[in-house]
């Protein structure tokens, strides 16, 4: 995967085993928070649990996003580990994984709307993963995402992947819904991901947010390549922190 999305230096993740020399990475490429958003599904499961204890151990430099998959965590139990991610866990977000399930749904399917009502709620952002990886490209839909947001307007909605290929479609329903953020990461620099960049000269600036694709991509190379898109100072600054700032509801300046 590292070779597939242009990585000059594939075994780049090997140098940091530890959180230590984590932050280390995150200094060389002049990262000062990250997020680390973690996955719930058959194939890989991250506890939530452990990314609060990374989080704490990282003297804030990494906030961690929780996961829940319901048909893991099924019944009330979906939304009582989401409660407990915010409010227990202090985790600033929820991350889905619904095309990735055992049995997968798409991002409107019903079962995953208490976790959605319960993040609207209290104001803390959605992550919904896609993109080209999806075991079924059918379900990287990002139509779904609009049927959402038009369900809870003041839900923030984090696309992970950008729903990557559906670049114009994604950038549509960002269009239509200011609460739709667009984290194109690793797709950024993938064929057509400029796309993406072009709609930040413009409404998307305020609705684009980077992410480092770590570990399939270097911090510092992902860096670099963001500086190179040509985008100009206001909107390089918005896409880097002042939307993530904005959307977390931290004071970075």
């Known amino acids: 995967m590292n070779r ?32 680390m958003v973690g ?49 227990e866990l202090k985790l600033v977000a929820v991350n889905v994984d619904p095309a990735f399930l055992a049995e997968p749904i798409s991002h409107d399917d019903e079962t995953l709307f208490p976790i959605y009502e319960i993040c609207a709620d209290r104001g803390a952002p959605i992550f919904m993963m896609s993109g080209p990886t999806t075991p079924d490209l059918r379900r990287n839909d990002p139509l779904a995402v609009d049927r959402v947001a038009r369900a809870f307007p003041t839900l923030p909605i984090v696309c992970c992947h950008a729903f990557y290929p559906q670049i114009d479609e994604m950038i549509a329903v960002a269009f239509r819904h200011e609460n739709v953020f667009v984290s194109p ?8 991901g400029l796309r993406y960049a072009d709609a930040a000269r413009g409404f998307l600036a305020d609705q684009l947010l980077f992410g480092s694709s770590y570990p399939f991509r270097p911090l510092d190379q992902s860096v670099a390549d963001l500086l190179r898109l040509g985008l ?22």
């Open 4 to 35: 597939r999305l242009g990585s000059k230096d594939v075994d780049h993740f090997t140098r940091a085993p530890d959180l230590s020399s984590f932050h280390r990475e995150l200094d060389a490429a002049g990262i000062d928070i990250a997020l």
């Open 39 to 87: 996955r719930s599904t058959p194939s890989v499961r991250i506890s939530n649990d452990l990314l609060a204890t990374l989080s704490c151990s990282s003297q804030g430099r990494l906030l961690g996003v929780g996961s829940v998959d319901p048909q893991f965590f099924t019944g009330r139990r979906a939304a009582e580990e989401t409660e407990r991610c915010l409010n």
């Open 185 to 192: 990461d690793m797709y950024f620099f993938a064929p057509g």
């Open 232 to 253: 100009d100072e206001n909107a390089i600054e918005k896409v880097a922190w002042r939307n993530a700032a904005h959307l977390l509801r931290r004071d970075l300046a």
